[in-house]
T-cell receptor, first 117, second 109 residues
Framework: GAVVSQHPSRVICKSGTSVKIECRSLDFQATTMFWYRQFPKQSLMLMATSNEGSKATYEQGVEKDKFLINHASLTLSTLTVTSAHPEDSSFYIC?????????????FGPGTRLTVL | GQNIDQPTEMTATEGAIVQINCTYQTSGFNGLFWYQQHAGEAPTFLSYNVLDGLEEKGRFSSFLSRSKGYSYLLLKELQMKDSASYLCAVMDSNYQLIWGAGTKLIIKP
């Protein structure tokens, strides 16, 4: 299957700093990538849809100025959490689909666990 | 609104069979997915149903009834490594995935 990588896998930062998370499709071109956030014991919550070469589409309630998304190439999307606060601590996961698989299923990156002190 | 319901937690015994149910109400339907998620890891794809009926894949099977808005994931010959959360997700008319909260499956020896 398709491979999606994420970096870093874990980050701890101080309140007020910005954190950048990278999501890469390793063996396919991803025109669209999805960014999710998952709090403990809760389901995946779609934050935004990242589109290569254009602006991201944010879900209702997600602040686009706080969660900056850049999808500059067909294999890389980045999510920057600006001025992070403790309530932003969560598990951030990206996903994409090569569009050539049998079921058009999403392939997920391994996730990034963000802890804001 | 759109809604996916599945039990929060289930317990089963190693070697046994367990069925995890999922009911949904969504704006349109373009398929239902089951994913497995181990603690602290990302979800991995298990199955996809878009037509009514049973799809079997090894120890795992998934069933869909579109008229009832219902699916289940059946796990046979349970192994300890099957302890994980199982997520049901429906693709709506906009091809957006709507996720259930997941069912935490605990396997006991």
């Amino acid at each position: 299957g398709a491979v999606v990588s994420q970096h870093p896998s874990r980050v701890i930062c101080k309140s007020g700093t910005s954190v950048k998370i990278e999501c890469r499709s390793l063996d396919f071109q991803a025109t669209t990538m999805f960014w999710y956030r998952q709090f403990p014991k809760q389901s995946l919550m779609l934050m935004a849809t990242s589109n290569e070469g254009s602006k991201a589409t944010y879900e209702q309630g997600v602040e686009k100025d706080k969660f900056l998304i850049n999808h500059a190439s067909l294999t890389l999307s980045t999510l920057t959490v600006t001025s992070a606060h403790p309530e932003d601590s969560s598990f951030y996961i990206c996903s994409s689909s090569p569009g050539t698989s049998d079921y058009n299923e999403q392939f997920f990156g391994p996730g990034t666990r963000l802890t804001v002190l | 609104g759109q809604n996916i319901d599945q039990p929060t937690e289930m317990t089963a015994t190693e070697g046994a069979i367990v069925q995890i149910n999922c009911t949904y109400q969504t704006s349109g339907f373009n398929g239902l997915f089951w994913y497995q998620q181990h603690a602290g890891e990302a979800p991995t794809f298990l199955s996809y149903n878009v037509l009514d009926g049973l799809e079997e894949k090894g120890r795992f099977s998934s069933f869909l009834s579109r008229s009832k808005g219902y699916s289940y994931l059946l796990l046979k010959e349970l192994q300890m490594k099957d302890s994980a959360s199982y997520l049901c997700a429906v693709m709506d008319s906009n091809y957006q995935l709507i996720w259930g909260a997941g069912t935490k499956l605990i396997i006991k020896p």
